[in-house]
């Protein structure tokens, strides 16, 4: 089982940017998947981004893409979303999770969020226009 607690949330203005990390302990793997979702007030969760650790490997969602970016760090078990040109629409409780890999990020189950099996507690980002 691997643990993931994430962190840097906040509250932000329209155009910002903000960096939360996602610290993972327990039965980790190199090979494993990370991804980023979030969960908007009275909205589902959806997905936001993804990193395969063996290779580095990304994917976005559309409405991210260009604006955030998701990094890796194996040495210290981290993954990051670096947000920038924040928008109020951004704002959601962003959590991280995790999955077995490696296997190709464009996998439509990588979007879902019934296809992880470790989530963290989330951390609150809220956007002021």
């Known amino acids: 089982q691997v643990q993931l607690v994430e962190s840097g949330g906040g509250l932000v203005q329209a155009g910002d940017s903000l960096r939360l990390s996602c610290a993972a302990s327990?039965?980790?793997?190199?090979?494993?998947?990370m991804a980023w979702f979030r969960q908007a007030p009275g909205k589902e969760r959806e997905f936001v981004a993804v990193i395969s650790l063996s290779d580095s490997n990304t994917n976005y969602s559309d409405f991210v893409k260009g604006r955030f970016t998701i990094s890796g760090d194996n040495a210290r078990n981290t993954v990051s979303l670096q947000m920038n040109s924040l928008k109020p629409e951004d704002t959601a409780i962003y959590y991280c999770?995790?999955?077995?890999?490696?296997?190709?990020?464009?996998?439509?189950?990588?979007?879902?969020?019934?296809?992880?099996?470790?989530w963290g507690q989330g951390t609150q980002v809220t956007v002021s226009s």
């Open positions: 327990g039965r980790i793997f190199s090979s494993r998947i």
């Open positions: 999770a995790s999955t077995w890999g490696p296997r190709p990020l464009t996998q439509p189950a990588l979007r879902d969020v019934t296809e992880y099996g470790s």
